[in-house]
C-alpha cells in the first residue's frame, strides 16, 4: 500500500490507528520522497499523516504556554531518559 492508498484507508477513523503506525507511515514517506528528492512539505499525504500525529497527541489543540512547558519538561527529563539510538 502507498502513502496516499494509507491515508484514505485511516481516514474512516485515524483515531483508531495506532500512533505507532501512523508515525511509521511518516517516516516511510519520508524517506520515499527524499530518495525522489521531492519536497515533503509539498506531499499531501505528508502533511495529512502531520494532522494523525497532532491529533493523537492532541498538539492540534496545545497553546504556546503548553509548549513552552512542554519544553521545559524535556529539559527537565534529559539526563533521566533513556539514549535513543
Known amino acids: 500500500m ?5 491515508v484514505i484507508q485511516t481516514s ?20 520515499q520522497l527524499y ?3 521531492l519536497d515533503p512539505l509539498q506531499d499531501p499525504a505528508v502533511l495529512i499523516l502531520g494532522a494523525y500525529i ?4 492532541h498538539a492540534d489543540v496545545n497553546t504556546n504556554v503548553g509548549y513552552r ?3 521545559e519538561q524535556c529539559n527537565d527529563r534529559i539526563h533521566n531518559a ?3 539510538q
Open 2 to 6: 502507498n502513502r496516499f492508498e494509507y
Open 12 to 31: 474512516v477513523a485515524p483515531g483508531q490507528e495506532p500512533l505507532i503506525n501512523i508515525t511509521a507511515a511518516l517516516m516511510l514517506a519520508l524517506v
Open 35 to 37: 530518495a525522489e528528492n
Open 54 to 57: 497532532a491529533f493523537h497527541t
Open 69 to 71: 512547558k512542554l519544553l
Open 82 to 84: 533513556p539514549v535513543m
